[in-house]
Each structure stands twice: as C-alpha cells, then as structure tokens.
C-alpha cells in the first residue's frame, strides 16, 4: 500500500481513473491510496460473505430483508470522494434506492473488512478510524490467514470489539444475528 504525499491540494477522482490496472485505489479525506487488487483466498472470502449475508438480508431468502449488501461499492462521502469496502451494508430505510449510475452518497450501517497482508496496516490505520470517524455502526473485521472475523461496534465514536470468531466456528453476530454463517468454507482453499 501506498499513499500520496499531502498535496495543497486534494486528490480526486481523476487520479483514480488514471492508476495502471490491478492497481485499486481510493480517496480518504484528500489523499489518495493505492495498493493491489485483492486475490485470491481474500477474494474468496469477501464473495462467500456477501452471499451469505446478502441472500436473507439483501434478497430476503431465508431471512428478514431490509438491506442492501454491495461489494467494494463506490462511496462518496465528504472530502473522500472514493472509497470503497469489501462489502457494505444500508438498512433501506437510510438509502431507500441504490444508484444506477454514480456513487452512494450515504454513510453505510455496516462495513466488512477482508485482511490482506497487502493492506492489512492500510486497514487498521486508515479505513478503521475513517469508518468510526463517519459513523458505520458496524465493522467485520474477517482475517483469513489467522482464520478469525472480529465483531466490532461504534460505541462513544470508537469501534469496540463485541466478539470474535476463529477457525470451524458458526458466525452469529450483529447486526446480521438473524442468521448463522459457518466460517470454515472461508478458510477452505482447495480439494
């Protein structure tokens, strides 16, 4: 991961579009970061939680409905005009529609984070805060090579972990509690 130097000016969307390919970048809060496209085993992970959440949440099968869950959705919030997580969801009663064509103007209610050795500090030290900064209720933190996912909660303007799940365990957790998602097929990586 890199960042640009601090500018007298900000970074903007322009910058982005002119990154080499298989370079993913985002803009958080004027400065512009870089780093690698995910591969893999991270790939993996961040797909088979977007689609066991998004299938009782997003499409209502087996579960509640009421969200929209979107992988690396592009979100334009003040001063960052990109910035895009693993998966996002919004309860439809904040974004009652998702945009056909142009960013999310609304802070997500939950954020899941895959850990990558790429940008794993990047994460912790940029994203993390950023999120708590703007107000996303809920983080997962998933962390394939130590096979964990962490449960945080914004609490007085600081994410505070409320649980954490490792290996074979089956993930129940908020604000998803409706539904249990076994972890082991995240960590699975061939026959």
């Known amino acids: 991961m890199r960042s640009a130097a601090r500018e007298t000016k900000p970074a903007t969307y322009a910058d982005l579009e002119a990154l080499p390919p298989g370079v993913k970048g985002e803009i958080i809060e004027g400065v512009l970061y870089t780093q690698p496209r995910p591969r893999g085993g991270h790939t993996r992970a961040s797909s088979i939680i977007s689609r066991r959440i998004g299938d009782p949440f997003d499409d209502g099968i087996g579960g509640p409905g009421g969200w929209w869950i979107l992988p690396e959705p592009g979100i334009e919030l003040s001063g960052s ?10 309860r439809r009663e904040r974004l009652p529609e998702v945009p056909d064509d142009g960013p999310i103007t609304v802070v997500p209610d939950w954020v899941c984070e895959v850990l990558s050795q790429s940008h794993r500090k990047y994460d912790r ?3 993390f805060p950023f999120y708590a900064k703007v107000g996303v209720a809920y983080l997962w933190v998933v962390d394939p090579p130590a096979r964990t996912a962490e449960i945080k909660k914004l609490i007085n303007g600081h994410f505070t972990d409320i649980a954490v799940f490792a290996d074979d365990e089956l993930l129940r957790a908020e604000p998803f509690d409706a539904v249990e998602i076994p972890l082991s097929p995240l960590w699975f990586r061939g026959p």
């Open 81 to 90: 005009p990109e910035v895009a997580p693993d998966i996002a969801g919004w």
């Open 125 to 127: 030290r940029i994203k």
